[in-house]
C-alpha cells in the first residue's frame, strides 16, 4: 500500500503518530496510508508557516501570481487524471470529479490574474489637500480547514486568495480525502514556492483544533459542519485580534410557483437535490411546490427520482455515485426514518438498491438511491429544518402567494442557497430580496455556482467567506491610510487644528 507524508517547511513528513487510511466509497478498497497529524507535527507546520511570513509577504503580488500560475496550468494539463483520483476518493460521478478540478483552476486563475488588477480604493477626503486610501496587508499564518465534498475546488478557494494576498497557509484536508490533499501539495511543492509559505498537515479533527487554537493563526478558514464551523467561530470570537471564517452548509429549498416553467423545474429540483448524490453544501432537500402544479410536479419528480441512474461514479452514464462513507448512510437513513415518524408519506424510497442497481465488483460500496417524500408544513418538523447530506428530499405543498412559499422557504436556521421557479418577474424578484440565503437563483438549480461570486450563507450557514473572491475580506487587514500634501496641518469634520496655550 501507498505510504503517504506531510509537507512541512518545504520537506516530506513521516509522521510519528498513528497511520489512517483513505478508501474508495465506491468499492470499500484502501488508496493509500496517511500520518495522522500529531499536536508536533502541526506545531512545526506553524512555526514554519509563522517564519515565511515575512519573506513571503515581501514579494510583490505579481510575483506571488508566479508560482500560482504554475499550479493553474498543471490543473489544466492533469485534469482528467485528478477528476479520476477525485472520483476514486469522494464517489462523485466522474464529470464532477473534472468540474471540480475545473473550478479549482478557476479560483486559481482568478486569484492569479487579481495580482495585476487595482487593490484598494482611492477615497476622496473634506480636506483638498489630503490623500486618503483603503490599502490590505496580508494577516499572517492562515489556517485552512476544507471538507472531502470538493477535495480539490475548496482548498483552492481557501487557500489561492489567501497566498496571493500575502499570507502563509497551514491547511488540513479532510480525513476523507487525503490523496487529493497529497496531490495538491505535490503541486505546491513542484512549484519551488518558497519553504514554509505552503505546509499540510493530514489528520483528524484534533489536528484541525490544534491549528485553531494556536495563537500564530491570524485567520481560520473553514469549510464543513455546522457544528465544528460554529464552535470554531465560537471559540475564535473569544481571542481578540483572530478571524474565521467559516462556511457551514444549508437545508436548501426550490420553491416552485403557479406560474412556473415545469419542464424548468423538474429539471432544476432534480440537478439540485441528487446531483453529487445530495453532497453539495448547497444541495436542495426541500421542494416548495404551489398547489395549483402541485400534483403535476409531483409525478414527473417522482417520475425521474424512480429511475434516475446510480451506479459507478467512473463510468459517465452515472448519475449519481455512491455515499462517501458509512457513517453518511447511516444519517441518511436515520432522517428517513425520521421524515416517517413525523408524518411524511414516502413517494420513493431506493435507500436500500437491489443487488443489480449495484455494479460489479462494487459491494462494499456505501450504495444508496433517492428518498422522496411529501409532508404537510409544520415548523416543528425537525425533517424540514436538518441538514442530511444525502438525497433526501421533501416535497412541501403551499397556498396562496410567493410570499407564503418564501415564509416556508426561510423557516430554516440555515440561509445558503436556493432557487424559485417562475415565469412572474415579480414572483422571481420578492424571492431575490426576500429568500434568506447568500446564493439565490432564478430559473435554474440551487447549485453550480461560479468562482467570481461570493460564495457563503446566512444564519446557520455561515459568517464571513472562506472560499472564493470574497475570501479577501478574511484574509486581508484594511489600513486607511492618510496623507497630507500641505505643510499645514488641516483637520476634517470642522475639528479645529489650533493649539492654544495659557498665552
Ligand atoms: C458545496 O456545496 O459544498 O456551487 C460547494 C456549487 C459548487 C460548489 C459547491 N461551485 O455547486
Redesign the pocket.
Known sequence: MAEYDHYINGEWVSGDGDAFESYNPATGESLGSFPRGTDGEVDRALAAADDAFEEWRELSYIDRAEYLWEIYHELRERTDELAEIVTKECGKEIAEGRADVV?AYHMVEWAASDARRPHGDVVPSEIPAKDAYMRRKPRGVVGCIT?W??PV??PFWHMAVTLMEGNTVVWKPAEQTPWCGQIIAEMFADTGIPSGVFNMVQGYGDAGARIVDDERVGTVLFTGSAEVGHSIADQVGGEPGKLAACEMGGKNAIVITESADLDIAVHSAVMSSFKTTGQ????SERLVVHTDVYEEFKERFVDVASRISVGDPLDEDTFMGPLADASQVEKFNRYNDLARQEGGNVLVDRSELDDDEIPEGHEGGHWVGPFVYEIEYDPGHRCLKEEVFAPHVALVEYEGDVDRAIEIHNDTPYGLAGAIVSEDYRQINRFRDRAEVG?AYGNLPC???EVQLP?GGVKKSGNGYPSAREVIEAVTERTAWTLNNDKDIQMAQGLSADIKTDE
Open positions: 473550478e471538507p465534498n470538493f475546488a475548496i453539495r453544501c448547497v444541495s446564493l447549485i453550480g455556482a460564495f
